[in-house]
């Protein structure tokens, strides 16, 4: 190594240079053949033997302390009072340096004093690189997904893989393989919440998928108003069925706003999903204003007595319902008055369920007054709900003008034979009624009901009655010739009127004579 100036800057022969003297040399060179402002250099060295270019390298500052009161390319000192700093931003450009370094460097040649330089550049720069990529993570993942949306993707799979890693959840290896075909049933998964919103992220651009089933999936509310946003955008989609998740009354609004906006969806299941009064309200308002929906199905829930005019009004002013299920709720007679209002304006709902309610007679009177003047309505079941002989002739009123109604299930009611003669005679009296089937499983009939139904059978030919059977009818008739069974002395007395030669042998054609001749 050659190193010109002065005797500050020449080696001794047999002496190892300090590593002062090492980075004054430095500093000469690179005001030689640098730039005078400090910027990056390319540093050529130069070797005893032959001029070769070893190596480019871009050096940050040089710490004074190390080199005194000398400045390199431009770069001033420290402050002698300034606290040090183990790492500290060069004034060259933003690669970190550190600072002891020219104290810590070994009796070595320069080409690798610049390795060692380059290294710690390096591995700084690496460090910086990756505390900038913690920080940014979450952000980077949310453009990414955002990019991905942004790409039209019929199917929604390199969408869903992202949304996966962005809500944290495991991907669901069924879902991605059938996301191509138009039905689609991920029941019993459980989701939950961040499992939906992974779906529904993946839905939004998704054109092949028409019926999806959701069922018991524990989505809750947070889980609905993912599904409920994608449903307004996705216009595919026909069929969805949402039972038994827990959705609750923030669910219910959710859904019901959607279903308002939603012009595409036909059929909605939201069965055994702690729906409620206030969570009704809302469907209420879904019921008179959706103009698309047919089916709504919202069995197993809590609604009672206190959304019935509500609902009723709901029903009068709906415009596209055609069947709804309200089966095993708490709606009792006032509430079941309310529908029963609403059902006398409704002229487009033509399935109504609702069964295991408990409305009593108190509403089989309101429906009788209602299917007086419905005209649309063709199939209803008023099952399990407490209708005595008294309900069904009040209901039987209403079947003596109706002409539309083709099914009426009233099974399991306490209303005995004679609330089912009241039914059946008031269908004999009716010249255009259009029933062809009841349903009075598990009540009793006598002979009376089986005359009448022989009787409307020859008007109806088609007519179907289910009823439990008529025990006398089907008792088999004792024989004429029938006796009680014979005694031990009785049997003695046969046994010796047949040994007629006292042998004991019985003559068994003595004994057929005799039964014949009885």
């Not at 495991?170 to 989701?191: C, D, K, Q, T, W």
């Not at 609902?311 to 708490?330: D, F, H, R, V």
């Not at 059977?469 to 010796?496: C, G, H, I, Y």
Request: with cysteine; hydrophobic share 35%; aromatic share 4%.
């Amino acid at each position: 190594m050659s190193v010109s100036g002065g005797s500050r800057g020449r080696l001794r022969r047999g002496h190892p240079p300090s590593p002062i003297t090492v980075a004054m040399a430095l500093s000469k060179e690179l005001r030689q053949t640098g730039s005078a402002s400090g910027t990056a250099t390319t540093t050529v060295i130069s070797t005893a033997t032959s001029s070769v270019l070893a190596q480019e390298t871009i050096l940050s500052t040089v710490d004074s302390e190390a080199v005194g009161d000398l400045s390199l390319g431009g770069v001033g000192s420290r402050m002698p009072n300034r606290p040090g700093n183990p790492r500290s931003r060069g004034s060259v450009d933003d690669r970190l340096i550190s600072r002891k370094l020219a104290m810590e460097i070994p009796w070595m040649g320069q080409r690798e004093v610049c390795k060692m330089l380059q290294s710690s550049s390096s591995s700084s720069e690496e460090s910086s690189e990756e505390i900038s990529d913690d920080d940014t993570q979450a952000e980077q993942r949310e453009a990414d997904l955002l990019a991905t949306t942004n790409v039209y993707d019929s199917t929604g799979k390199a969408t869903y893989k992202q949304a996966c890693e962005m809500y944290g959840v495991v991907p669901i290896s069924y879902f991605v393989r059938n996301m191509a075909n138009p039905e689609l049933s991920l029941m019993h998964y459980g989701l939950g919440p961040q499992g939906a919103k992974a779906i529904a992220v993946s839905l939004i651009t998704n054109t092949t998928v028409l019926k999806m089933n959701l069922k018991d999936n524990w989505l809750e509310a947070g889980g609905a108003k993912a599904i409920a946003e994608m449903l307004k955008e996705n216009c595919y989609i026909t069929e969805v069925d949402l039972s038994d998740n827990q959705l609750g009354t923030d669910g219910a609004r959710a859904i019901s706003t959607m279903l308002i906006e939603n012009t595409i969806l036909v059929k909605i299941a939201l069965s055994g999903n702690n729906f409620d009064d206030h969570a009704a309200d809302y469907l209420a308002e879904a019921i008179s204003n959706s103009v698309k929906l047919q089916f709504l199905d919202l069995s197993h829930n809590k609604i009672s007595n206190t959304l019935g005019n509500e609902l009723g009004m709901a029903i009068g002013e709906s415009t596209g319902l055609l069947e709804l299920n309200l089966s095993w709720n708490c709606i009792r007679g006032k509430g079941c008055i309310g529908l029963a209002e609403g059902l006398k304006d409704n002229i487009y709902l033509r399935v109504l369920d609702l069964s295991y309610n408990g409305f009593g007679n108190e509403g089989a009177k309101a429906l009788g007054e209602a299917l007086k003047v419905n005209n649309v309505l063709e199939y209803l079941n008023i099952s399990n709900n407490r209708i005595s002989v008294e309900g069904a002739v009040l209901l039987s009123l209403g079947l003596r003008s109706n002409a539309t109604l083709v099914d009426l299930n009233m099974a399991r009611n306490p209303m005995q034979s004679a609330g089912c003669y009241a039914i059946l005679k008031a269908v004999k009296d009716n010249a255009k009624s259009a029933i062809v089937s009841l349903d009075f499983s598990d009540i009793t009939v006598n002979n009376d009901f089986a005359d009448l139904f022989n009787s409307v059978k020859e008007q109806v030919p088609n007519l179907e009655v289910k009823h439990e059977r008529n025990l006398d009818q089907f008792k088999k008739p004792r024989s004429k010739n029938a006796r009680v069974p014979l005694n031990d002395m009785e049997q003695q007395k046969l046994t010796e009127l047949l040994d007629k030669e006292k042998d004991g042998e019985i003559d068994l054609s003595a004994l057929n004579e005799m039964l014949l001749s009885d």
